[in-house]
């Protein structure tokens, strides 16, 4: 059985009328990196906030490394770090200080830090004062303080948001390392792009419930109701086919007389899974 890092059971949160939560179920294996998607809105921020004891839930119950939401203070961060967009810097420290005044508020050794600095590409930058560096740079600091103490799950609240594709990749890069060396990654995101890639598991929430659970893989298929094909032939025309007898015999045919350059089956995505089962569009 799976070491289980995080269990969230009928989970409900009410902010006066509303319910943004209303039933959420998920869990988070050890060593795993589960998504939790939805649109802006959809109650991400507050799940996060339940679970590293910022918010109390209204009913229901989560577990966090064995420990109840409702009984989670300030110890548990030692073993969980967390990158939320209020997530700061001191802008006037230098990186190096930034990340020596968590180190002593997390008993790190401060011989961790240069090495942290390199593995993350900002060591020649140490001296700078952190309010000078790029936003890519910055989110990288930032993700590195989250890491310092290596904790055992870390909570990342959309770690790309905002970021170019080419910072993004990076924090990908980054964060798909932090799951091979063991790493358990809660990440909430709207990109259902980025989802696909990290995780080995991902929620759908909408309208306070999730309605979809499983690897991204598994449910695009689970949609992959009607079968499609992306045929080019060596004459350069594309074609795109349903799945039935007649464009099975068409396909046949043409694999026979050599014609096929390329030929793709079309799985339907995460994105387009979301559209289908809530009707809406993610933003
Ligand atoms: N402290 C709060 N008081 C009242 N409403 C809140 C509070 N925090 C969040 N909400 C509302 O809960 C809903 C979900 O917010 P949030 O969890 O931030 O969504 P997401 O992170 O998915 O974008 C929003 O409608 C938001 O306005
Ligand atoms: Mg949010």
């Avoid at 790190?108 to 830090?113: A, C, D, Q």
């Avoid at 170019?164 to 799951?179: F, N």
Wanted: glycine fraction near 6%.
């Amino acid at each position: 059985m799976n070491e289980q890092y995080i269990s969230i059971r009928h989970l409900s949160k009410r902010f006066d009328k509303d319910f943004v939560l209303k039933d959420v179920n998920a869990a988070l294996n050890k060593g795993e990196i589960l998504g939790f998607l939805g649109p802006s809105g959809a109650g991400k921020t507050t799940t996060i906030k339940i679970l590293t004891g910022q918010l109390l839930p209204t009913s229901g119950d989560a577990q966090v490394l064995g420990i109840a939401c409702d009984k989670i203070d300030e110890r548990i961060y030692e073993q969980i770090g967390i990158v939320t967009d209020v997530s700061g810097v001191y802008e006037r420290m230098s990186v190096y200080d930034n990340l020596k005044y968590f180190a002593r508020l997390l008993n790190v050794p401060l011989s961790e830090i240069n090495p942290l600095l390199k593995r993350i590409g900002l060591y020649e930058h140490r001296k700078k004062p952190a309010g000078k560096l790029s936003k890519g740079q910055t989110q990288r600091l930032i993700l590195a303080r989250a890491i310092l103490h290596k904790p055992k799950i870390l909570f990342l609240d959309e770690p790309t948001s905002g970021l170019d594709p080419s910072t993004a990749l990076e924090v990908h890069r980054m964060l798909l390392e932090l799951k091979n060396e063991g790493m358990s990654i809660f990440l909430t995101t709207h990109n259902m792009e980025e989802a696909t890639k990290l995780c080995d598991h991902v929620a759908l929430l909408n309208e306070g419930v999730i309605v979809e659970y499983g690897a991204p893989e598994d449910i695009c298929l689970k949609y992959n109701k009607v079968k499609k094909y992306k045929v080019q032939l060596t004459d350069g025309t594309k074609h795109f086919l349903k799945h039935s007898p007649e464009a099975s015999e068409q396909i046949a045919l043409w694999l026979r007389e050599d014609r096929v350059e390329t030929i793709h089956s079309c799985e339907p995505t995460l994105e387009t899974v979301f559209l289908e089962v809530t009707g809406r569009e993610l933003q």
